[in-house]
């Protein structure tokens, strides 16, 4: 029996390997579905790539990848006005099973950080303008 690399299985005709990358993309994508997510928390570097135009959708996801599991915390701000364990809750679920479903990886743990809570803009309603009064007569 040989042993394989992490992140490697073998097939008949070759190896197959995921990126620890690509599982924090999916990972991180799964997370902002989430009702109640207002977005990931990145920290400097995520900062710097907004700032540079790139969208960086691993950006407050980190992972540990084995051979045949996988360990995931993600950083989220949420929305304010949202129950943060029903949103924690549906951020595990949905994570575990997109990793789980596309990757074929066991998932045994998602740690949900909350690092932040947004609010809603308040609607500006417009008032008519007033006149200003006359003053020359």
Same mark, same amino acid.
């Given at each position: 029996?040989?042993?394989?690399?992490?992140?490697?299985?073998?097939?008949?005709?070759?190896?197959?390997?995921? /990126? #620890? +990358?690509?599982?924090?993309?999916?990972?991180?994508?799964?997370?902002?579905?989430? #009702?109640?997510?207002?977005?990931? $928390?990145? =920290? !400097?570097?995520? =900062?710097?790539?907004?700032?540079?135009? *790139?969208?960086?959708? $691993?950006?407050? &996801?980190?992972?540990?990848? =084995?051979?045949?599991?996988? $360990?995931?915390?993600? $950083?989220?701000?949420?929305? !304010?006005?949202?129950?943060? #364990?029903?949103?924690?809750?549906? &951020?595990? /679920?949905?994570?575990?099973? /997109?990793?789980?479903?596309?990757?074929?990886?066991?998932?045994?743990?998602?740690? &949900?950080?909350?690092?932040?809570?947004? !609010?809603?803009?308040?609607?500006?309603?417009?008032? %008519?303008? +007033?006149?200003? %009064?006359? *003053?020359?007569?």
């Amino acid at each position: 029996m040989t042993i394989i690399a992490a992140d490697y299985e073998k097939t008949d005709i070759g190896t197959i390997q995921i /990126a #620890p +990358e690509v599982i924090e993309i999916i990972a991180g994508m799964a997370t902002i579905e989430v #009702p109640g997510v207002a977005g990931m $928390s990145g =920290g !400097f570097a995520g =900062g710097i790539a907004e700032l540079l135009g *790139r969208k960086n959708m $691993s950006k407050g &996801v980190k992972v540990d990848v =084995g051979q045949r599991e996988a $360990s995931i915390d993600v $950083s989220i701000v949420i929305e !304010f006005g949202t129950r943060i #364990p029903e949103v924690a809750s549906g &951020v595990q /679920a949905n994570v575990k099973h /997109a990793i789980e479903s596309m990757t074929g990886l066991h998932v045994v743990q998602v740690n &949900v950080h909350i690092h932040d809570v947004i !609010f809603k803009a308040a609607e500006k309603v417009e008032e %008519p303008a +007033e006149t200003a %009064p006359n *003053r020359v007569k």
